[in-house]
């Protein structure tokens, strides 16, 4: 759960058309896809809250909340390697945002340029049949 140094969604200055369209889990988040923007090529999975996505919109830099440290982190802030938002969408359901970003370098913390760089799974890849 949340803790108190955390901004509350509702206390956020997310634009209240925005949020009124948001879906949260139980802790008051939601899922943010990143994707290059001009390559299309997804980078990460992260989560925010109103607040993060309220700095992510009016900042520039890709903002999220941390779910072990209970703390939001600007990407890059540490590592070097900024997310500049180029773009958000909000998806059909309104649980997830699809945040289109400039990624400057490495977007995993493992130090992969994305976060599904650890190998294909092998799915069986089916071809539908005309008709």
């Known amino acids: 759960m949340p803790n108190a140094s955390r ?13 009124a369209r948001l879906k949260r889990d139980a802790n008051g988040l939601f899922a ?3 994707q290059q923007h001009d390559t299309g090529e997804v980078l990460m999975l992260a989560w925010m809250d109103d607040e993060a996505l309220h700095r992510s919109l009016t900042t520039g830099r890709a903002t999220y909340y941390s779910r072990s440290r209970q703390e939001y982190w600007v990407k890059g802030e540490t590592s070097g390697n900024p997310q500049w938002v180029k773009s958000a969408a909000l998806d059909c359901d309104g649980d997830a945002i699809l945040l289109r970003v400039d990624q ?3 977007a995993c913390h493992t130090g992969t340029r994305t976060c599904w760089d650890s190998g294909d799974l092998q799915a069986v890849v089916v071809t539908p049949s005309a008709g």
Do not use: C, H, Y
């Open 7 to 19: 901004t509350p969604a509702d206390q956020s200055d997310l634009d209240p058309g925005i949020a």
């Open 32 to 34: 943010a896809v990143v």
């Open 104 to 106: 400057r370098g490495v």
